[in-house]
């Protein structure tokens, strides 16, 4: 549980906030002269909506790409142990595995090759079809639980919270509170309902690559 609630607060994953954030100010920007001046004129105020949209959508993508990560099966490996410790083997067969790759390595050094060049050469000479589908991680990517769109979704929701407190206190309406607990809860739902739709862009994704690497 303790785990959880540091991955749902752990708030400095979120990539390129400068983005959502200019997304945020904008819709309330142009909400603000859509309420308060409500010019007969919606052509301009339409566009700045969708501008806000947008870039929020844009944001949203550059996001989930930001946090994908090269699966450490896929790197380029320079250790014949670390790369035979992530194959899912019997340790008879892992220790035959290392055997026989140290000795290719051995071979490519006494070919005049450093011990780097060997070991990274003899890695990669293993690194196909069969001994892929052989590892614990078949997919090139390593997705990302993206808990903080949890975290920052609660936190939203709480202002929102906050801020009708705050008018029933004062037992009045104000425009400007009005126009940050709605850009608050819209922004606050969508983070949450993000997070869902990377979960099944993750499945998704993850079945196409287990179908190509299999």
Not at 26 to 34: A, E, P, S, W
Not at 36 to 62: E, K, R, V
Not at 87 to 96: Q, V
Request: charged share 20%.
């Amino acid at each position: 549980m303790t785990n959880l609630l540091r991955k749902i607060f752990s708030l400095k994953e979120l990539k390129y906030a400068w983005l959502l954030l200019i997304s945020a100010m904008l819709c309330i920007f142009t909400f603000y002269v859509d309420e308060h001046f409500n010019p007969s004129d919606q052509f301009w105020l339409s566009i700045a909506y969708f501008t806000s949209f947008a870039l929020a959508t844009i944001w949203g993508g550059m996001n989930y790409v930001g946090h994908f990560r090269i699966n450490s099966l896929y790197r380029k490996q320079k250790d014949i142990q670390a790369y035979v410790d992530q194959l899912a083997l019997g340790k008879d067969d892992k220790l035959e595995l290392l055997n026989y790759l140290e000795d290719f390595a051995a071979d490519l050094e006494l070919q005049g090759k450093t011990k780097e060049e060997a070991a990274t050469e003899a890695i990669n000479q293993f690194k196909v079809k069969e001994f892929l589908s052989m590892s614990k991680h078949t997919s090139p990517f390593e997705s990302h639980g993206h808990h903080y769109l949890l975290g920052y979704g609660s936190l939203s929701l709480a202002a929102v919270l906050i801020l009708i407190l705050i008018e029933k206190a004062t037992n009045s309406f104000s425009l400007y509170l009005f126009i940050l607990e709605t850009v608050f809860a819209v922004y606050g739902i969508c983070l949450i309902a993000l997070r869902i739709l990377y979960k099944i862009l993750d499945k998704f994704i993850y079945r196409k690559l287990k179908n190509y690497f299999s």
